[in-house]
């Protein structure tokens, strides 16, 4: 590097230092940046750290000079408090859709967001082997792909797979090509759902992101959907199993009060009896993940209607029993 271009660079350094190498409890004095830029061949007197250090302030940096043990300058602006941080990789390290190897590779770019001290505590944290994780190595290229689709209005099409019991893809449908109108992508359960219309039975569908293959863009555009809203959508879904749309009314124990408000938020109006029960009315997509559901309460969340699902709740509870004699 040449003296020149060395001193044009060296505020640069100097942020790139404090960056790495302090935080709110570890700080560097004048002359250990100076010993640092000499090692990249570049000559600074105090004053000019100074100078450097006042014009990063200036910029928006905020550098503040602690005095006494472990004093010095430290760099305490940052975008992530560490608390975001190990926020952000507890999502990364727990989500199923993520490879392992991905996985490692996203919390190593989060971890340089702050300090090496800080970053070094922020990897101790995570324990990501041993997880189980997704298979599926191109599912950030898939994602690219449908928000690209979704941008420009266009339909996409692809195969859908399965694992048999060699754990083997095997396609669906005898290799069937699914065409549709990609609406948005959701993440539900720790895996990514592309929502999408199937023109071909002008339904709502939606299909697990890391189990398509194949995705391209086609020059068609995509169907007009009025009124879709995908957080709606997703809110009728239990487990992202699809299946008939209807209004449900349940009748729940008082005690479930809680459940029912973290599964169908705080707005959901409950109709208070003198049974020590309340019910309420919403608009569900029914599957046996819905099912099963109530039925995992043992009796405190009651069915009253409509009476196909009453019905199709005896059957699945039937089945499961037969299933087990």
């Known amino acids: ?11 640069l350094h100097v942020l790139k230092l404090l960056w790495e190498r302090t935080d709110e409890d570890h700080g560097l004095s004048v002359g250990q940046i100076t010993d640092y830029l000499k090692t990249l061949d570049i000559h600074a007197e105090r004053k000019t750290i100074y100078s450097d250090i006042e014009t990063l302030n200036s910029f928006g940096y905020e550098i503040e000079n602690y005095k006494g043990k472990n004093g010095g300058y430290r760099l305490l602006s940052r975008d992530f408090e560490m608390s975001e941080l190990i926020l952000l990789t507890d999502a990364v390290q727990s989500s199923r859709f993520i490879t392992e190897k991905k996985s490692a590779s996203l919390i190593k770019k989060l971890a340089s967001l702050t300090s090496n001290y800080q970053g070094k505590k922020l990897s101790r ?35 859908y797979f399965d694992r048999n019991r060699n754990k083997e893809k095997v396609i669906r449908h005898d290799g069937k090509t699914y065409e549709v109108t990609p609406l948005s992508l959701c993440w539900d359960d720790e895996y990514y759902y592309l929502v999408s ?74 109709r208070l009896g003198n049974d020590g029960y309340f019910e309420l009315t919403a608009k569900l997509i029914l599957s046996p993940v819905f099912y099963g559901w109530v039925m995992s309460f043992g009796g405190d969340i009651i069915i009253k209607g409509p009476d196909f699902a009453v019905e199709e709740l005896k059957k699945t509870a039937q089945a499961t029993l037969a299933a087990h004699e």
């Open 197 to 270: 219309h199937d023109e071909e039975t002008d339904s709502i569908r939606h299909f697990r992101v890391d189990k398509m293959l194949n995705i391209k863009i086609t020059d068609k555009d995509g169907a007009a959907v009025e009124g879709f809203d995908a957080a709606s959508y997703t809110d009728k879904l239990f487990g992202m199993f699809g299946g008939r749309e209807c209004f449900v009314t349940l009748k729940c124990k008082d005690s479930l009060s809680g459940v029912i408000i973290d599964r169908f938020g705080k707005d959901i109006p409950f």
């Open 125 to 159: 944290q995570v324990h990501v082997n041993g997880r189980i994780k997704s298979m599926e190595e191109t599912i950030f290229y898939s994602v690219d792909t449908l928000h690209a689709a979704i941008a420009e209005g266009k339909r996409i099409n692809f195969h």
């Open 1 to 11: 590097m040449s003296k020149d271009s060395g001193h044009k660079l060296r505020i």
